[in-house]
């Protein structure tokens, strides 16, 4: 037996909308050959004005090129009606993130928690 049917999550997700207060793009990944065997990846917008908040979850520094480098891990909260993929990127506040995670197997999806990492 579930406390919440599918009414309820609609009702839910319906409401979370309003705790989304910023706006974000959603970017797709592209392959573009150069007709010599290589090529390069373009990035095309998805979806823009999704409504989202982030979060910071942590940040540290990593060795990148013989050199420290701070790096920042933020998380996206996103609409259930979105579409994200691990592949995209996500543009928020003239920032560009990678997605690194998606939480796919929630027990009640309500929205979409995504891990990002800040690409520089």
């Not at 003239?94 to 929630?106: I, L, M, R, W």
Request: hydrophobic fraction near 40%.
């Amino acid at each position: 037996m579930t406390l919440i049917d599918a009414s309820d999550l609609e009702w839910m997700r319906d409401d979370i909308e309003f705790l989304l207060p910023d706006t974000c793009i959603l970017l797709a990944p592209t392959n573009t050959s150069n007709g010599q065997g290589g090529g390069s990846i373009t990035w095309g917008t998805v979806a823009a004005s999704v409504a989202c908040r982030a979060d910071f979850r942590r940040g540290g520094e990593g060795v990148v090129g013989a050199a420290l480098q701070p790096y920042r891990v933020n998380m996206f909260s996103l609409p259930q009606s979105a579409t994200v993929l691990p592949t995209y990127r996500i543009v928020h506040g003239g920032c560009t993130y990678a997605v690194q995670a998606v939480n796919s197997d929630a027990s009640w999806p309500i929205c979409w928690r995504v891990d990002v990492m800040e690409v520089k």
